[in-house]
């Protein structure tokens, strides 16, 4: 079983995606014909196992992943995260998890690869700002790592703390656009324990980017983006629904839930459609319909039998 | 404070013409670079904000020289046509990318959001309210309307303060430049209110000092 290593690796290191296609293929083959598939790449590879978690759209360009992102520790336009995160050392790191638990334990990033196979999940990313990706991750399920700890009977809910570094994180210094630091998401357990829920080490087959979310990620396919807390430092299992940034900052456009629902509107734009992010200039990836819980209602819908999820938005 | 007013600098036509070009080259550019591939992973929405943000920097251009003239700095109030215009035409440019490359002429997906979503409604009455403006900026609607031209074309504070709400709506935290632009275009549209209403006492109050130049009509 493949386990997870954290080489070092350059952020220019940037594969286009046909090159990363080839590479898959390789793989692919190598693994078939039983070649060595550790010898296939230079350092940096996770090696991640291949899984049926994946999407037939293409992956969006890996420069897109890698150069468009929402990380307000890092700036609030989209080309400040990979800018502004070259200062960033996600090494060493180490990430507690806590609270109503048998077994609270602090994991180094050691104890996760020794702990975790890695394996590669392509999902889609539906961004509350009506865009999307279609991203390859690689990492565990969030469920694996609870079970390592063990939930006690009255933890409701699971909250997830990002680092809070000023000297490494430009936009957590202050100033208008402030946010409330560090930044604090959270999820019902039943939604943390379910298999799709992720937490990513990489992506694209390659160790997590600074700009992603280096070097832990939680990645949650059928809400939107900014449920997936980045460079996570804490997991807490609570009774209470945690108070999460953006709910606490505007509560009336984003909700604890955020499950994408296509017939619940922002109060500033639709969510019935999505721009498709991907380097095509202005006639290329286009517009797509938003589907209810972005595609994975057949997985997850039974979370919310008998809600309303208009009000629970 | 009109007597330290700047006197008027006259352009040549020429001037104007090369104005409105130089002007419309950061929307060409972009142009240019979102239909080759060069405006990154989202284009379309860096063409959209681009155009919007340009529009409002024309805009602050605009509401600038009355202001300029009265503080004696400069007089281009020959000029502010050519910039008014700019506005409007960086305004349709920026509609129509979201109309057309954005929801992909889906109108009643475009009719639904102008309609309920504040940020947008917000923008769409700067944009009605531009429109009129643009078309009576020529001579002929001057002398036709008279002094309703005048009290048309004060519509551009309350372009001012839409576009200023609009920018600032169009951003999920307040940041620098949202403020920035917005402070701009309120301070100046606050500006041109408060001139309008000092002029129009000065002109009652010179209007009673001098009786006998005003042809009595009634009584
Ligand atoms: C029907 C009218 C209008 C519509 C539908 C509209 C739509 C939009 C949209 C969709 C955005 C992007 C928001 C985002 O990415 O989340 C935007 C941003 C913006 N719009 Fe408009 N707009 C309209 C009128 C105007 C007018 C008249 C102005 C000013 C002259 C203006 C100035 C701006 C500015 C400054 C921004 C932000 C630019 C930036 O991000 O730097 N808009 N507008």
């Known amino acids: 079983m493949a386990r997870l290593r954290l080489p070092a690796v350059s952020g220019s290191d940037i594969t286009s995606r046909e090159a990363w296609l080839n590479r898959r293929s390789f793989l692919v083959s190598g693994a078939a014909t039983g070649l060595g598939i550790g010898s296939a790449r230079a350092a940096g590879t996770l090696k991640a196992r291949a899984t049926s978690y994946t999407v037939k759209d293409p992956p969006t360009p890996r420069v897109d992943v890698t150069t468009y992102n929402n990380f307000y520790e890092f700036g609030l336009d989209k080309g400040d995260p990979v800018q502004n995160s070259g200062g960033f050392h996600p090494e060493p790191w180490t990430v507690r998890v806590d609270g109503l638990v048998r077994q609270p334990r602090t994991f180094s990033m050691d104890d996760l690869a020794a702990l975790m196979p890695v394996e590669e999940r392509i999902y889609r990313m539906r961004c509350v700002e009506a865009w999307s990706m279609v991203i390859p991750w690689d990492g565990f399920a969030l469920a694996a790592l609870l079970g390592v700890v063990e939930p006690l009977g009255d933890a409701k809910y699971v909250a997830f703390e990002s680092v809070l570094r000023p000297d490494e994180m430009p936009g957590q210094r202050g100033g208008l656009a402030s946010l409330d630091w560090p930044y604090v998401e959270g999820l019902r357990l039943d939604e943390a324990m379910n298999p799709l829920t992720f937490m990513a080490v990489g992506l694209y087959g390659d160790r997590l980017p600074n700009q992603n979310g280096a070097p832990l990620r939680l990645v949650v396919p059928w809400k939107y983006g900014f449920k997936g807390a980045k460079s996570i430092v804490r997991i807490r299992l609570v009774a209470d629904m945690p108070r999460t940034t953006w709910h606490s900052m505007a509560p009336e456009e984003y909700g604890f839930y955020a499950n994408v629902n296509p017939t619940v509107d922002h109060p500033r734009w639709s969510q019935g459609s999505e721009r498709v992010i991907g380097s095509s200039g202005f006639f290329g990836a286009g517009r797509r319909t938003t589907e209810m819980f972005n595609g994975y209602g057949e997985q997850v819908a039974s979370l919310y039998a008998g809600m309303d999820l208009r009000r629970w938005y | ?219």
């Open chain 2, 1 to 219: 404070m009109p007597s330290r007013r700047a006197p008027v600098v006259f352009p040549s036509r020429l001037e104007l013409w090369l104005i409105t070009l130089i002007g419309l080259v950061p929307a060409g550019l972009y142009f240019w670079y979102g239909a080759h591939n060069q405006l990154g992973a989202d284009p379309v929405n860096v063409f959209e904000r681009w155009l919007g943000l340009w529009g409002v920097r024309f805009l602050v251009v605009t509401l600038a020289i009355a202001p300029l003239r009265d503080l004696g700095v400069i007089n281009l109030v020959r000029y502010r046509r050519t910039f008014g215009l700019l506005v409007f035409w960086y305004a349709v440019m920026h509609v129509a990318t979201y109309g057309v490359l954005d929801q992909h002429l889906d109108l009643r997906a475009v009719f639904g959001e102008v309609t309920t979503k504040p940020f947008l409604m917000v923008g769409l009455a700067a944009f009605v309210l531009l429109c009129p403006l643009a078309a009576t900026s020529n001579r002929w609607s001057i002398r036709t309307l008279g002094r309703l031209w005048g009290t048309l074309h004060r519509g551009v504070y309350v372009v001012a303060a839409l576009a200023g709400v609009h920018f600032l709506m169009a951003f999920k935290t307040y940041t620098v430049t949202s403020v920035g632009y917005a402070a701009a275009l309120f301070v100046l549209g606050a500006a041109g209110v408060v001139r309008r209403v000092r002029h129009n006492g000065r002109r009652r109050m010179s209007a009673a000092n001098e009786p006998m130049r005003r042809p009595k009509t009634t009584g």
